[in-house]
């Protein structure tokens, strides 16, 4: 009777076991929300923009100074995917948030209010936000209370460093729109189930994806 009773109590504990992994993985494995995919399209409607406002009104090889972590390319994430056991999806797009945040804040910041490029990242930053707060959200507070993987708590730390503190080696100069490209292609990546296409699968992590729509847009010469 006492074996029979051991068993039970087991079965019921793995029963509990695998039952909270039932209810935890609709939230780690749910597709992205429409909500979500509509505030993001909204976002890069304004994105397609980015080369006549972050371009055509500064000067020519203008740069401005962002923590090295904010040069945040398609290799950066491709780099973590790799070396990151069993990094999720959502801890990447959590730092793509907290990362573009500070990209938005530091190109306004060096705007004077009559720049004419000024209004146009004023209200992309509003759309980021708004797409931030879909985010929030779409998912249990629990979600982002969790302890991140000791990699990216250090780019997070770095982040949210005092600039007083953070040292000279650490600052890269980037031009406004390199950082919108980056911005945007890196969105497609993270959140690829927003823009995929019936038509052809695209691979908006590859680099290449982005080199090859470049050279579609390139106007021939006369």
Request: with cysteine; aromatic share 10%; net charge positive.
């Amino acid at each position: 009777m006492f074996k029979s009773m051991v068993q039970l109590s087991t079965s019921v504990y793995l029963l509990g076991g695998l039952l909270g992994l039932f209810l935890l993985s609709p939230v780690m494995m749910a597709p992205t929300p429409a909500s979500m995919c509509t505030a993001l399209k909204t976002l890069n409607g304004s994105l397609s923009n980015r080369r006549r406002y972050m371009k055509h009104n500064f000067p020519i090889n203008y740069t401005i100074r962002v923590h090295y972590e904010e040069v945040f390319k398609l290799s950066n994430i491709n780099r973590m995917r790799l070396h990151v056991e069993g990094l999720d999806e959502l801890v990447l797009q959590r730092l793509w948030f907290q990362v573009n945040r500070g990209v938005l804040k530091k190109i306004i910041r060096v705007m004077p209010e009559r720049h004419p490029s000024r209004q146009y990242t004023t209200e992309l930053e509003r759309r980021f936000r708004d797409a931030e707060g879909v985010f929030v959200q779409s998912h249990p507070a629990e979600v982002f209370q969790q302890e991140l993987p000791e990699s990216i708590q250090d780019t997070w730390d770095h982040l949210t460093e005092e600039p007083s503190r953070v040292p000279e080696s650490s600052w890269r100069s980037a031009s406004p729109k390199s950082l919108l490209d980056n911005l945007c292609h890196t969105m497609h990546c993270l959140f690829s189930e927003c823009f995929a296409s019936t038509e052809t699968k695209r691979d908006y992590c590859s680099v290449f994806h982005w080199k090859k729509g470049k050279k579609k847009n390139v106007r021939p010469r006369s």
